[in-house]
């Protein structure tokens, strides 16, 4: 049985008002593809030409598009959240993650105001990226000020509120790793009491393995230690698969393979959110992938979110973030992205 409710209240009064708008994920997409003019759609090796010429079924959930703000963070600090918004409303995006609730030289905003704006633009705020520690006492972290944080997000009508910092305060040893697991299950079970949903976001490091016992991956102790039901996970894709290829040997260079995919496919109920970020393969990079705009990579995005939607009861279970750190040009990213990923088809 799936974990939402086969009807969906906000979903519902959000594609229908994309529809008397004249931006329904189908049109918006076509349109999109068209201006945006990028060659991404037709490179071969990620079946991009293939599936939007198809009349399958689309991989994206419709309601289920979002965004990092971060990748607009050049964008809010100058224009302000308004018109950032009307633009992502325009591409066809149906949510938000922030990070931060500031806007630079265009003001100050009241929460209050920052909940309407996204309502009035068709975009429901889904999460929010907060530090995990700090060793200022006053820092706006988890572990200073968990109180704070959660009324805010809460203000915010969040679901989801979470971090991206990794779990190395203490270190890298397992029982370093276990002692940061013991306070994320702390911060999961005080959002809870709230009605969200605590989550951690990943980088590469996650996926190395413990100082004091090279046999074990860190990102399995952090699994296997949180509880299920209080801690969540927002995989960042790239990042996973940039993991992949910095720790598929051990430290004594014995292989120790895995698949990104197959965390997910374990325990889809711990991913509700996933960041959809894009790379080019590059064997001299550290990471393995240069990162680009959704759609301009190699990582094989139709596969990914089918193997996902796929699963019974889970396609509108997940929230899809299109992310890149540092695009170049940041509002054509975020339109580049919608276009992509709204192309994509399952062969029937």
Not at 55 to 72: A, E, F, K, T
Not at 117 to 135: C, E, F, Q, W
Not at 151 to 168: V, Y
Not at 287 to 298: A, E, K, L, P, T
Request: hydrophobic share 40%; aromatic share 10%.
């Amino acid at each position: 049985m799936s974990r939402i409710s086969d009807t969906d209240p906000a979903l519902t009064h959000r594609l229908t008002r994309r529809g008397m708008l004249g931006v329904a994920a189908g049109a918006s997409a076509a349109a999109l593809l068209g201006a945006a003019g990028t060659p991404a759609a037709a490179a071969p090796g990620n079946g991009t030409a293939a599936s939007a010429a198809g009349r399958g079924r689309p991989v994206l959930p419709p309601g289920r598009l979002g965004i990092q703000l971060y990748s607009l963070r050049d964008k809010v600090s100058t224009l302000g959240f308004a018109p950032v918004f009307a633009e992502l409303e325009k591409y066809g995006y149906d949510e938000v993650e922030f990070a931060g609730y500031t806007q630079g030289s265009a003001g100050p905003i009241t929460l209050a105001r920052l909940k309407r704006l996204a309502r009035d633009h068709g975009l429901t705020p889904i999460g929010s990226h907060v530090g995990y520690y700090s060793d200022d006492p006053n820092a706006y972290t988890f572990a200073q000020n968990l109180t704070k944080v959660l009324d805010d997000a809460q203000a915010l009508g969040l679901k989801h509120i979470g971090t991206a910092s990794g779990p190395f305060r203490y270190g890298s040893t397992v029982d370093a790793w276990k002692r940061a697991a013991e306070e994320f299950n702390t911060y999961g079970a005080a959002a809870r009491a709230r009605g969200m949903k605590f989550y951690q976001h990943n980088h590469s490091d996650e996926f190395g393995f413990a100082s004091d016992d090279p046999k074990v991956r860190l990102y399995d102790v952090l699994l296997a230690e949180t509880d299920p039901d209080l801690v969540f996970l927002e995989m960042d894709i790239f990042w996973a698969y940039a993991g992949r290829f910095r720790f598929s040997r051990r430290p004594d260079g014995t292989a120790a393979p895995f698949e990104p995919l197959d965390y997910v496919l374990k325990q889809p109920h711990r991913y509700p959110l996933f960041h959809v970020k894009d790379g080019v393969r590059d064997p001299s990079d550290q990471f393995g992938y240069r990162m680009v705009d959704v759609g301009d990579g190699d990582i094989d995005y139709l596969r990914f979110l089918s193997a996902v939607t796929r699963l019974r009861g889970e396609r509108l279970a997940h929230h899809w973030q299109a992310e890149h750190d540092n695009p170049v040009e940041s509002f054509a990213f975020a339109r580049k992205s919608s276009a992509h990923l709204h192309s994509l088809r399952e062969k029937c």
